[in-house]
């Protein structure tokens, strides 16, 4: 039953993501999702290992996934650096965000995707040791519902999204397919508490919502 809801969804946003794909990038500033966003999940711990569901070690797009659901998508640049990593710390409050039973009833999705490799992934010969950096780094903070996924930085969904290379991290919050808000950017481990308890504050705003 399960699989057949997520087929019938992704049959859905097919024809909602070629309209995406066939427009020019758009600036940060539209309030429209600029297209998919295929990367290699490294962690999906949303579901056992052994289900079909389960997206680990596949390349996936989790913008076509998640399909008109509420959305917390965060971009990385730099490969993670520790639990007190500003990211380490937004990726904590995220899961905890995830766990709540309401949040979980209105399907809303987190993920983290390093844009580190200096190639698509298929390509680059950094990537084992990239994505198990990556998985290390998830356990270590108890990641769990929060996917981490790895792509390269030259990749057209890159450039759709406008992730400019002096954005160390970038926090997308969007709900149907449209930017609830301006992405939040941030230099290198400029991200500060107030600006993680303002990306949480807005997430919560927006699932308050009928």
């Not at 998919?36 to 596949?58: M, Q």
């Not at 399909?67 to 380490?88: K, M, T, W, Y």
């Not at 390093?114 to 108890?142: C, H, M, P, Y």
Request: hydrophobic letters at 40%; aromatic letters at 6%.
């Amino acid at each position: 039953m399960r699989l057949g809801r997520y087929l019938r969804s992704c049959g859905l946003l097919g024809l909602f993501a070629g309209v995406a794909l066939a427009q020019e990038p758009v600036a940060k500033e539209s309030t429209t999702v600029p297209s998919t966003f295929r990367s290699f999940i490294v962690s999906d711990k949303r579901t056992d290992a052994k289900d079909p569901l389960n997206r680990t070690d596949k390349l996936h797009c989790l913008v076509c996934e998640n399909n008109l659901n509420p959305v917390v998508a965060i971009f990385s640049r730099s490969q993670p650096q520790g639990a007190e990593d500003p990211l380490a710390k937004l990726t904590v409050e995220l899961k905890k965000l995830l766990a709540v039973e309401g949040n979980k009833a209105k399907n809303l999705a987190g993920f983290v995707i390093f844009v580190t490799l200096d190639k698509e992934f298929q390509s680059d010969d950094k990537r084992d040791q990239l994505a198990s950096a990556i998985k290390t780094w998830g356990n270590a903070i108890g990641a769990d519902r929060v996917v981490l996924g790895l792509t390269g930085q030259t990749s057209e969904a890159v450039k759709a999204w406008n992730l400019n290379k002096e954005d160390d991290t970038t926090v997308v919050l969007y709900h149907r397919m449209k930017m609830v808000q301006k992405p939040w950017t941030f230099g290198e481990g400029k991200m500060t508490g107030a600006d993680i308890k303002a990306i949480i504050a807005a997430t919560e705003a927006e699932l308050a919502k009928k």
